[in-house]
């Protein structure tokens, strides 16, 4: 079985600080792990995805995310949030031996106030 | 094109109705998913396709019937729906079936049974 977690909710931050959004998955054998975004009455977006190789992975509008594979963990992370960045964002995880199916955590609201 | 496109957007269907969602893409992806979203939540998935063939059923009612006329087509017949099939309902593709593959989705059609 495969799984994730996505353990905050909510994350509110303030322009131009730092976000993080958090992530911890689950599964047998080699992860692929992504992050989608959705914005309000769309479908999802995707911004980045762990495969292999290097931990740090960047991905669109400036957001990145480190695969840690002790702490089974992939946060998204930015230097500098913007207020367009507020959507709801969603990590998931496909095994290798379990194609075509991406388990999805709860997502995360992302907050980010002038 | 790098687009999923869904019809109608918005559908309200009495109870005793038959309607159809629909979804192109003409991006080359040999693999399509039909997923239900229910507000705040993250995608359940429902169908599979991969080559044309259902790969995956997640144990969906019969109510709904998936189709994949051809490797572009992907259409969800709605029969005796009830109200808490209500949901925003996402087509997506992906270019192979495998783990590493990235889902781009379509906008989405909203179902309201009422």
């Known amino acids: 079985a495969q799984s994730v977690a996505q353990p905050e909710d909510q994350v509110n931050v303030a322009e131009g600080n730092p976000l993080t959004v958090k992530c911890t998955y689950s599964v047998s054998g080699n992860p692929y792990l992504f992050w989608y975004v959705q914005y309000p009455n769309r479908g999802l977006q995707f911004l980045l995805k762990?495969?292999?190789?290097?931990?740090l992975v960047k991905g669109s509008y400036g957001f990145e995310a480190e695969f840690n594979k002790s702490q089974t963990s992939f946060h998204l992370k930015k230097p500098s949030a913007l207020v367009s960045d507020s959507a709801l964002y969603f990590c998931a995880v496909r095994a290798y031996t379990n194609a075509g199916k991406s388990t999805f955590g709860d997502g995360t609201t992302l907050t980010v106030k002038p | 094109d790098t687009e999923v496109t869904q019809t109608p957007k918005h559908l309200v269907m009495g109870m005793t109705n038959k309607k159809s969602l629909k979804c192109e893409q003409h991006m080359g992806h040999r693999a399509m998913y039909w997923y239900k979203q229910k507000a705040k939540k993250p995608p359940e998935l429902m169908f599979v396709?991969?080559?044309?063939?259902?790969?995956i059923n997640e144990s969906v009612p019969s109510r709904f019937s998936p189709e994949c006329p051809n490797s572009s087509l992907l259409n969800l017949h709605l029969h005796a729906l009830q109200p808490e099939d209500s949901a925003l309902y996402l087509c997506?593709?992906?270019?192979?079936?495998?783990?590493?593959?990235?889902?781009?989705f379509g906008a989405g059609s909203r179902l309201t049974v009422l």
């Open positions: 396709y991969s080559y044309e063939k259902l790969s």
């Open positions: 762990y495969i292999t190789g290097d931990n």
């Open positions: 997506a593709s992906s270019q192979g079936y495998s783990g590493a593959n990235v889902l781009t």
